[in-house]
């Protein structure tokens, strides 16, 4: 059952329940680093004590998806992975949040051949792109924060298809 | 090191004499197989179509030194003709398995012939000439090319033809 409807028992219309979980959820992102190639180095220089992802309350990356709420893929995804890549977003529990993280995983890059997959939101639902390659930390930084925005405004519901954000 | 010396002596030994020739060298004491890859001659219009190329080094171990290299090329086309060298170079067994995998030339004499870098139920091999270059083949996700679930815009759409 969401979280949601325990607190808030049914026929009781709530007005600042999703604001106050929205804020609960965005300052605790524990993150997936699903890191396949080159950007995982800026990544690193990202999640170190230099830029300090911690600030964010992301700085508590979990190696195991049904601990995570943030799977953030890090680097070029080929036709081969791309099956696990799958199968670790399945295992991760509602609610959560995919990040591609560089130009491969946003579309391929310049990686537009046989073996690599051109943007992983052929097989994930992606909710932030950062670009660049590699993106600089600020850019992620920036990321991080839009997705903040974003966890706040929806309050953490499970994703619907059709949604967009204003 | 100059170019000429990494490049060594070249060497053209026919398929059919492939395997002695190898024993011959590795007998001489070339005992480092460097890389074993293969190209494709299709534009040139070559008969037989590829150059199967094996790069084998004499190395003192003791000393750490390059004593000299050599250069074999082999002609060979799409009939698996070669005789596997795993018996005289152990590492040729995945070497072998990536020239297949990437150029389909096959090795007869060896157990187990399988990709190595692609997945198994990948159709063609995609270093040859003839390999479509938009040709994609995703193991998941859909073949035309819509996006999972995502509210984006992106509007880079992946070329899918063929497969």
């Not at chain 2, 197989?33 to 001659?41: A, E």
């Not at chain 2, 859909?142 to 070329?159: H, M, Q, V, W, Y």
Request: charged residues 25%; neutral net charge; proline residues 7%.
């Amino acid at each position: 059952m969401p979280l949601e409807e325990t607190i808030a028992p049914a026929g009781t219309m709530t007005t600042q329940i999703d604001a106050a979980l929205g804020w609960a959820r965005k300052y605790s992102i524990f993150q997936y680093p699903f890191v396949t190639a080159c950007c995982g180095m800026e990544f690193m220089s990202t999640a170190a004590s230099h830029y300090d992802l911690d600030r964010f309350g992301a700085g508590f990356p979990r190696f195991s998806p049904r601990q995570a709420d943030c799977l953030m893929v890090v680097g070029t995804i080929s036709h081969k992975i791309a099956p696990v890549l799958r199968r670790i977003y399945d295992q991760m529990a509602e609610p959560k949040w995919v990040i591609a993280f560089g130009v491969c995983t946003c579309t391929g890059g310049f990686y537009n051949n046989y073996s690599t997959v051109q943007g992983i939101d052929t097989i994930v639902p992606v909710d932030l792109y950062i670009p660049g390659c590699p993106p600089r930390p600020e850019t992620v930084i920036q990321g991080l924060v839009l997705l903040q925005e974003k966890i706040q405004k929806t309050g953490g519901r499970p994703r619907r298809t059709t949604e967009v954000l204003g | 090191m100059s170019g000429a010396a990494i490049a060594g002596e070249r060497r053209d030994i026919a398929a059919a004499d492939l395997h002695d020739g190898m024993a011959a060298l590795k007998a001489e004491g070339y005992n480092v197989l460097v890389d074993l890859t293969c190209v494709d001659y299709l534009a040139l219009k070559r008969e037989p179509r590829f150059d199967v190329i094996y790069r084998v080094m004499k190395l003192d171990a003791a000393e750490g030194r390059d004593l000299g290299r050599v250069e074999v090329h082999c002609a060979v086309g799409v009939e698996p003709v070669l005789r596997s060298v795993r018996d005289l170079w152990p590492v040729a067994d995945w070497l072998e398995r990536e020239v297949w995998d990437m150029f389909g030339v096959g090795f007869i004499d060896r157990p187990d012939i399988k990709r190595l870098l692609m997945y198994e139920s990948f159709v063609g091999h995609p270093l040859r000439k003839d390999y479509p270059i938009a040709k994609r083949q995703p193991l998941i996700g859909p073949k035309s090319g819509e996006k999972a679930d995502s509210p984006s815009f992106n509007i880079l759409r992946p070329t899918v033809v063929g497969e």
